[in-house]
C-alpha cells in the first residue's frame, strides 16, 4: 500500500502497515529510541573491538588488531609462572623418599595438590572422582594392588602403564580366552566357574568343583597358584578373596574364563614429566588402603583357583 493511501488506525490515530491478519492491524510505531541508540552504541562498540582486538579472518591469518592480544601469548606465560612457582617444590619432590615427604608437611601438601589435580584431569575418567573404580576399573581407595601398591610401584605402574606397549610396561601375563579359543569347552568352563566360586569362599556345586580340578592344575595353576592366590607382582590377581575387578556373579565369572578379559592402561610417561608422576603416586598412595609393601597373600582351604583374573 503506498504513503497516500495509508490508513489510520481509529482507536490510537497512528498509520498502519497495510497489513493485517485476521481482522488485527500491524500499526506503523516507530522503534522506541532507546532501542535505537543501545543498537547504535552496539555497532560503534563493534567497530572498536574490530580496530583493537584480533577480530577478522583471513586467508593465512587474521587481524592482529592495535592492542595485539594474544590469548595464546597470555597462557603460555602463565604456564612459564605457573612451571617457575613449582620448580623449586619439583626439585624436592623428584629425589625425596616417601619417608621424607611425610616427614616435611609442605612438601607433602604440594605433591597432594599437584597429584589430585592431575588425577581429576586425567585419570578420574576411568577410575571415578573418587578413585573408587567401576566394573573393569580397578578401585585404587582399597589395600588390593597387582604390581604392588607401595609408593613406587604405584609410580612405575603410572610411568609404563598396563599393557600399553611401552618397553617396560606391567602385563607381560595375559588371561587366555579358554572358552572363545577352545581351550575348554562350555561345560568345562561352567565347572570351572563353580571351582572359582568355590575359592572365593561361596557356596558351591560339589560336583563340579571335583570335574575342575585337574583342568585348574592343568590350565590355571601355573599363574594363579596351586591355591589360587595369585601372583601379585605379575599381575595375577588372588581368586580367594572377596575382589573382583568384572564382577562377581558366576556369570560374570563365566564370561572372564571364556573371554579372557586383560586390562589396558596407558602408559604416561611421555605425558607427565618425572615429577608430576611423583606427585600422582603421592596422592594416590596416600589415599588408598595399601600399604608400602604388597598385602600377603593368605591361602584359602579351599579347593584351589580357577581361571577367573579379576
Not at 24 to 44: F, H, T
Not at 167 to 182: I, S, W
Not at 256 to 268: D, K, L, S
Not at 279 to 291: E, T
Request: aromatic share 8%.
Amino acid at each position: 500500500m503506498s504513503d497516500d493511501k495509508r490508513e489510520l488506525d481509529e482507536a490510537s490515530g497512528v498509520e498502519t502497515t497495510g497489513h493485517e491478519w485476521d481482522g488485527i492491524k500491524e500499526l506503523d510505531n516507530p522503534l522506541p529510541r532507546w532501542w535505537l541508540w543501545v543498537w547504535y552504541g552496539s555497532i560503534a562498540v563493534a567497530i572498536v573491538y574490530w580496530v583493537l582486538m584480533p577480530a577478522w579472518p583471513g586467508i593465512s591469518g587474521y587481524t592482529k588488531g592495535v592492542l595485539g592480544q594474544s590469548d595464546r601469548a597470555d597462557v603460555s606465560r602463565q604456564l612459564a609462572a605457573l612451571k617457575a612457582q613449582r620448580g623449586a617444590g619439583e626439585v624436592k619432590l623428584q629425589t625425596a623418599s616417601l619417608q621424607q615427604i611425610e616427614q616435611d608437611p609442605e612438601l607433602q601438601q604440594y605433591a597432594l595438590q599437584v597429584g589430585q589435580s592431575v588425577f581429576g584431569d586425567n585419570c578420574a575418567t576411568c577410575h571415578g572422582t573418587g578413585g573408587a573404580g567401576a566394573k573393569g576399573y580397578p578401585n585404587l581407595r582399597d589395600d588390593v594392588w597387582l604390581w604392588g601398591g607401595s609408593l613406587d610401584d604405584i609410580r612405575h605402574t603410572i610411568e609404563v602403564g598396563v599393557r600399553s606397549g611401552h618397553p617396560q610396561t606391567r602385563g607381560e601375563t595375559v588371561m587366555p580366552a579358554f572358552g572363545r579359543d577352545g581351550m575348554l569347552d562350555e561345560p568345562a568352563v561352567r565347572d570351572m566357574t563353580e571351582y572359582v566360586v568355590a575359592l572365593s569362599g561361596r557356596k558351591a556345586d560339589g560336583a563340579a568343583v571335583g570335574r575342575a580340578r585337574q583342568a585348574y592344575a592343568d590350565q590355571c595353576a601355573a599363574c594363579h597358584g596351586p591355591a589360587g592366590t595369585g601372583d601379585a607382582a605379575r599381575g595375577v590377581p588372588n581368586l580367594t578373596d572377596a575382589e573382583w575387578l568384572f564382577g562377581s556373579t558366576r556369570q560374570d565369572i563365566h564370561d572372564q574364563i571364556w573371554n579372557g578379559r586383560n586390562g589396558v592402561m596407558p602408559t604416561w610417561a611421555a605425558r607427565f614429566s618425572p615429577e608430576t608422576i611423583k606427585a600422582l603416586a603421592v596422592y594416590i598412595h596416600a589415599n588408598a588402603g595399601g600399604g608400602e609393601e604388597m598385602v600377603a597373600e593368605t591361602p584359602r582351604a579351599a579347593a584351589a583357583a580357577g581361571g577367573a583374573g579379576r
